[in-house]
């Protein structure tokens, strides 16, 4: 498919333009964030060729789609106007709280930065190799023009930040950059480098060096983003262009220079100065426990809450003993989606795993943990316990990062710092943990897919007659039109983790119910929310519409039913309005569940992608005599 149809497609299923709010990218995912999460077509883009997985974490609507996102996200822009800065748009509705909000702005902010950090953190980390081994002299010009290439990122990071804070927070980026600017210019910079007395009016001020902070500027561009939206509405429309900048610029630089500058290098050294502490109290166990947790962290986004505790031990120290243990998490990963190449022998999952474990190799992880590991369960644990292995080596060799970038193997040079120390133990501990996740993957075996299909088709080969003199079969008659989705994506633990039996789930596109088989129905909701019917061969499933829509106490229900009724399949049930439920913020998707599920030998889904009412959904087979008279 081309990245302008995977674009269109996109778009499409996230709701429309209209829908998105903004979006940026990191290495591998769009991460959108929409006005109205509920009109994404989460299980469809799952199914669209090219997209490996869609994640909704920190109020963010994440579609990943590994390598080609620049690609993609540059297609976004050709087809619409998401991109474009200056267009009109609406704010969402609700902004994630909390951590999830914290997590939302972190990311935001540094995802548009991680590929020229990666770059610049690269080229840092070669020229940290040239000088130790003599290939190059930092008194060099050529060295000299090579570092500023690789270190004015860092440097200038204020400046860059206050771009990327500015967007996600609605703020005039050009005004944010002149802030940013500020607090790195040449008389600011020597005042503090002379330990000049320094004051604004008479109040005493604290100076410090700005140069690759992080938390400094976002505080002050946030609280100027809200300043701004104050003066413009303020101020008359002939003057506010002008004097909402003139006032934003005589309040917010010294404002950051008296408050937010100070506070926010002093919480930064302090988060960072725990981190370090940590590692020095135990090394072997913090660098355990950092190689088996990061890729949890990045499942759920909170790995953004490190990134600028990252940045500020390189800025602030010189280098930074945390991240390096992380890079045994990602060669474990690799290391795991190697081991189940070898092991498959379904050809397209070999496929998969070979090319997931090449960029993997590349710090690119997405692929292998969604695509491979994290569905089959046993790889990903595997992944975890080598992680935790090399991070503990790591963390014992005290290996330290001098630059910044995303772990991988072009980014290795990073490491290496003055006499090559802790290096090796670097090696040895990524080494570690790709072999002891590949043989573990290996030797703990996962369900293979060419196992799954064997089975059915050794399964479907049986006819009922011959499994035993009473085994019942049943077919079960999607009672909804709709798109299919995975028991296991609903959002609600009690049904996606199966406690409640097997069975499926159905998005509805039409808000009608009808009798998926000839049976009685055995409950009736009061709040007509959901419905039980039994077969009369004895199979019984649960119908229910939606999530937490109990809540609702009936409202935008139509029941058609009550406990004892005959049906027979295609009678309507039950009714509900789609839009009025969501609009209620509540999901819609639709769980259909074999409450008796241990009664048959099998419970085989028989479609995918879209389902009409009355077409065969489920086929339960070797039921245990349960056939009524």
């Not at 940026?24 to 299980?43: E, I, N, P, S």
């Not at 993957?441 to 479907?460: A, C, L, N, R, W």
């Amino acid at each position: 498919m081309s990245q302008e149809k995977l674009a269109k497609e996109i778009v499409e299923l996230v709701g429309g333009e209209k829908n998105v709010v903004s979006l940026v990218h990191c290495a591998t995912r769009l991460r959108f964030v929409l006005k109205d999460d509920a009109k994404a077509d989460k299980a469809k883009l799952e199914k669209t060729e090219g997209i490996i997985a869609v994640k909704e974490n920190g109020g963010q609507f994440q579609v990943v789609v590994g390598n080609k996102v620049p690609e993609v996200y540059s297609a976004i822009g050709q087809i619409s106007n998401i991109l474009d800065d200056s267009s009109e748009k609406e704010k969402p509705k609700k902004s994630a709280k909390g951590l999830g909000g914290i997590i939302d702005v972190i990311s935001s902010i540094f995802a548009p930065l991680l590929g020229v950090m990666a770059g610049a953190g690269i080229l840092k980390g070669l020229l940290l190799i040239a000088s130790n081994v003599g290939w190059l002299e930092t008194t060099e010009t050529t060295y000299k023009i090579l570092f500023a290439a690789a270190d004015s990122l860092f440097y200038f990071l204020p400046l860059l930040l206050a771009v990327t804070t500015a967007r996600k927070f609605q703020g005039n980026m050009f005004v944010a950059m002149t802030i940013a600017g500020a607090l790195i210019y040449p008389s600011i910079v020597t005042l503090k480098a002379e330990g000049t007395p320094t004051d604004f009016f008479g109040i005493p001020v604290i100076l410090m060096n700005y140069s690759s902070t992080v938390i400094p500027i976002i505080l002050a561009v946030i609280v100027m983003s809200k300043l701004e939206k104050f003066f413009n509405k303020v101020l008359h429309e002939s003057v506010k262009n002008f004097i909402t900048p003139l006032f934003l610029l005589v309040i917010m630089v010294p404002l950051t220079l008296l408050v937010f500058g100070p506070f926010g290098v002093y919480v930064g050294n302090a988060i960072a100065s725990g981190l370090v502490a940590a590692f020095g109290f135990s090394p072997l166990l913090a660098g355990a426990v950092m190689g088996a947790s990061w890729q949890l962290l990045v499942i759920f986004g909170i790995h953004w809450g490190l990134i600028p505790v990252f940045i500020n031990n390189v800025a602030v120290y010189g280098r930074d003993g945390v991240k390096p243990a992380a890079t045994a998490s990602i060669f474990a990963q690799t290391g795991a989606a190697f081991g189940v190449m070898l092991k498959t022998k379904n050809k397209k999952l070999k496929t998969l795993a070979g090319s997931s474990t090449l960029t993997a190799l590349f710090g690119i992880t997405e692929p292998a943990i969604y695509g491979v590991t994290l569905p089959l369960k046993r790889p990903f644990i595997a992944g975890v316990i080598g992680g935790a292995v090399g991070g503990a080596i790591i963390g014992q060799a005290g290996t330290q990062a001098f630059a910044s970038g995303a772990p991988g193997l072009l980014t290795l040079p990073i490491f290496y710092g003055p006499g090559g120390e802790g290096f090796p133990g670097l090696i040895l501990g990524i080494c570690v943990s790709f072999v002891v996740s590949a043989a573990l993957t290996y030797i703990m075996g996962f369900k293979d897919p060419v196992e799954e299909e064997e089975q059915e088709k050794s399964t479907e080969s049986i006819h009922p007659s011959v499994r035993t003199a009473d085994s019942v079969d049943q077919d079960v008659l999607s009672p909804i039109e709709g798109t299919i989705v995975e028991l296991s994506e609903v959002p609600d633990p009690a049904f996606s983790s199966g406690a409640m039996g097997k069975g499926i789930a159905i998005e509805p596109a039409v808000g009608r119910v009808v009798a998926p088989f000839d049976g009685t129905i055995t409950v009736a909701f009061k709040k007509k929310h959901a419905l039980a019917v039994v077969s009369d061969t004895g199979a019984e499933l649960l119908v229910h519409v939606g999530v937490d829509t109990v809540k609702l106490d009936g409202q935008h229900f139509t029941s058609h039913i009550q406990e004892g009724d005959r049906v027979k399949a295609g009678d309507l049930l039950l009714e509900f309005d789609i839009d009025a439920i969501k609009a209620a913020g509540y999901h819609t998707v639709t769980p259909i569940i074999v409450t008796n599920s241990a009664n048959y030998e099998e419970v085989v889904p028989l479609i995918t992608g879209q389902v009409r009412v009355q077409e065969p959904l489920l086929t339960l087979y070797g039921g245990k005599g349960q056939k009524q008279e």
